[in-house]
């Protein structure tokens, strides 16, 4: 099931016209340490996307294997950034003319095979198969069911790039709950921020796209994609907002592709340039 954004376009007041960039978002379900099969349903999604005119694609966080894995199963379908489903979607990536956002489970070799760290990774491929960046999740969230306990906190924030003629900042789930977060992006460039998550309905979800993410779109005067799973207590809604922190795609629960404008004409009105910076010397404490 495909949705267009021209629905909530007419809803909120767009207007198509006024877009110059079109991105998708995949709300879907994942079949838990599967690799195979979400990587089949993944490159199903880039081909509708891009026929659909998408120049982007966004998957949930940790698409590539489900989120709710436990540890051990985790570590035993982690890969490396550059392993073999990357080169998969690297290649449907090129076939298709579309870039890609996934979310997946990293496992980093580099130190030796004793000492393995993992990441509850995102990576943005572009359109000719590269990997642009490769982000780990800086604010980890260690709940009852210890689904990311498995995972090293990353140690920095992804460079913002430049795809598709839109400058790029990757966050995950947890991450967007932190107004530092997407302001370090904004202050970097970032005219969108792609968030992969995996929400349930057991937390306060429904505050998270209804006052956060709009209010971090609007304060930093970016767009915001929040891209969830479906299925089990994963409850969709995920949401597209503009720069003015109004919905340009507001999903519901059901599994669906869906469509949203990305315009990049200037803002007539900015916070950054505002702030006093010599006030708030307290935040980098």
């Known amino acids: 099931f495909l949705k267009s954004c021209s629905t909530h376009q007419r809803q909120y007041g767009m207007m198509a016209s006024s877009s110059k960039h079109l991105i998708a978002l995949f709300q879907g379900e994942a079949r838990l340490g599967d690799v195979a099969h979400n990587l089949g349903r993944m490159k199903e999604q880039i081909r509708r996307a891009s026929a659909a005119g998408a120049e982007l694609i966004i998957f949930p966080e940790l698409f590539l294997t489900g989120y709710q894995l436990g540890p051990q199963a985790m570590m035993g379908v982690a ?57 780990h ?23 913002v790039v430049e795809c598709c003629g839109v400058k790029i900042g990757l966050l ?74 109004d919905y340009s795609l507001l999903a519901g629960a059901e599994e669906m592709l869906l469509l949203a404008p990305i315009n990049l004409e200037s803002s007539v009105f900015s916070y950054l340039k505002d702030r006093r910076l010599e006030l708030y010397k307290e935040l980098a404490v």
């Open 172 to 245: 995950i789930c947890y991450d967007i709950e932190f107004p530092e977060a997407a302001r370090v992006l904004a202050l970097r460039g970032a005219q969108l921020i792609a968030v992969p998550t995996a929400s349930s309905f057991e937390f306060e979800y429904r505050n998270i796209t209804t006052r956060i993410v709009p209010a971090r779109a609007m304060e930093n005067r970016i767009h915001v994609a929040y891209v969830n799973h479906t299925g089990g207590n994963l409850c969709g809604t995920s949401v597209c907002c503009n720069r003015a922190g």
């Open 79 to 135: 890969e490396e950034r550059n392993g073999p489903s990357f080169q998969e979607l690297a290649a449907a990536a090129r076939e298709a003319n579309i870039a890609v956002i996934y979310g997946y489970p990293e496992v980093d070799r580099s130190a030796g095979s004793e000492d393995l760290v993992y990441y509850n990774s995102a990576q943005l491929i572009d359109r000719d198969g590269k990997s642009l960046a490769n982000y």
């Open 137 to 159: 999740k800086v604010h980890l969230w260690i709940d009852k069911y210890k689904y990311e306990a498995v995972f090293t906190p990353g140690k920095e924030f992804a460079e």
